[in-house]
């Protein structure tokens, strides 16, 4: 059972469901070659998929290639179902960052055959997160800087501004599909940069002035 860890709130959250966005920045969509979406593009993570700061992301055995996508995370407060936008800021408990590990190698070959890839999205320590800053402590979601350092280079960096899909729409269509619950996670989207990571690497992520997570990597 994996929990939050959420700042000045005093007690832990059980996760239950990792939403995850595809393609919310355009550059990023532009570096995989591929259309800048009208509608959000939803994939899901299993809660065992998260992993704290300091554990390692181990890279299974079915996997060469490795890839970090850094990403601005929102923790889900209470019970919710066709939120409207202008609602949606009520249900959010906080934000983090956190790390969408993807196996590109895996990713690329499902694409070919037109298969699902949840292997390369949802395998054990896919999904490192921060302990979660709470929502009344963010004066503004849509202006927070994220990055993220490999080896103590940086490479990814951007603002929440960027998001082709804000938060408050993230939501919105979000909750016309699922039920939206208390521990329920976001994932928002990475910006360009994504790149490959190899074993014995360090990754540092960090939502710039409240939080952050470090991880070696290592190979199963």
Known sequence: MKTLQVHGKGKEYIVGKILCLGRNYVEHAQEMQSEIPNVPIVFIKPSTAIINSDEDIIIPKISQQLHHEVELIVAIAKEGKNISSEQALEYVLGYGVGLDMTLRDIQTEAKKKGLPWSVAKGFDTSAPISDIIAASKIKNPQDLRFRCKVNGTVRQETTTSKMIFPIEKIIEYLSSIFTLEPGDL?????????????????????LVGYTSIRHRVRTA
Do not use: C, L, N
């Open 186 to 206: 976001i994932f928002t989207g990475t910006p360009e940069g994504a790149g490959e990571v190899k074993t014995r690497d360090i990754i540092e992520a960090e």
